[in-house]
């Protein structure tokens, strides 16, 4: 069985991830011109700016593939792999009020650690918020990923055989 869920990102996290595109890579041209000219610290800046960049786009979210017992997400440049076996829960989340700790809210999705009182500390991955889902493994791990369908996907994951 291979079934995809394609990540939507939302009119926010679009206008978001443009806007700041757009402004980033501004400063990166002005960075540059001022490294040519040998401005102190401008090379620096340039590339930190571009990092930036390269480290929320190469994670950004593009789609969940559920296939071989395992769950993936998967990024631009990274997979996660959750085994079927290590999913003790999973369910439709609203995460309106958690708080970013080390992680964009908006710039290439949501994407990073995020937390609130109930769920603690999860590693997010999501495109819209409206169509997250909150995965906790049996080794404690939580995740946040949203999809086009969550409420099939979480039916899936629920109703997938018991493998021994």
């Given at each position: 069985m291979r079934k995809v869920f394609?990540?939507?990102?939302?009119?926010?996290?679009?206008?978001?991830?443009?806007?700041v595109s757009a402004v980033?890579?501004?400063?990166?041209?002005?960075?540059?011109?001022l490294s040519?000219?040998?401005?102190?610290?401008?090379s620096t800046g340039l590339v930190f700016v571009l990092f930036v960049m390269a480290v929320f786009?190469?994670?950004a979210p593009l789609k969940i593939?559920?296939?071989?017992?395992?769950?993936?997400?998967?990024?631009?440049c990274f997979t996660k792999n959750i085994p079927y076996n290590e999913i003790e829960y999973?369910?439709?989340?609203?995460?309106?009020?958690?708080?970013?700790?080390?992680?964009?809210?908006g710039f290439f999705g949501y994407i990073g650690i995020f937390c609130n009182?109930?769920?603690g500390y999860y590693f997010?991955?999501?495109?819209?918020?409206?169509?997250?889902?909150?995965?906790?493994?049996?080794?404690?791990?939580?995740?946040v990923v949203s999809c086009e369908e969550p409420d099939l996907l979480v039916s899936e994951i629920r109703n997938r055989p018991v493998q021994e």
């Open positions: 394609d990540i939507r990102w939302s009119n926010y996290v679009k206008s978001v991830t443009s806007t980033l890579l501004v400063a990166a041209a002005v960075l540059l011109k040519l000219g040998y401005t102190p610290g401008a786009a190469s994670n593939v559920l296939q071989n017992n395992i769950l993936s997400i998967k990024r631009v999973i369910a439709r989340y609203n995460p309106q009020a958690d708080m970013r700790l080390c992680a964009s809210g009182r109930q769920t997010a991955f999501m495109g819209d918020i409206s169509e997250a889902v909150f995965i906790e493994t049996t080794n404690g791990k939580r995740f």
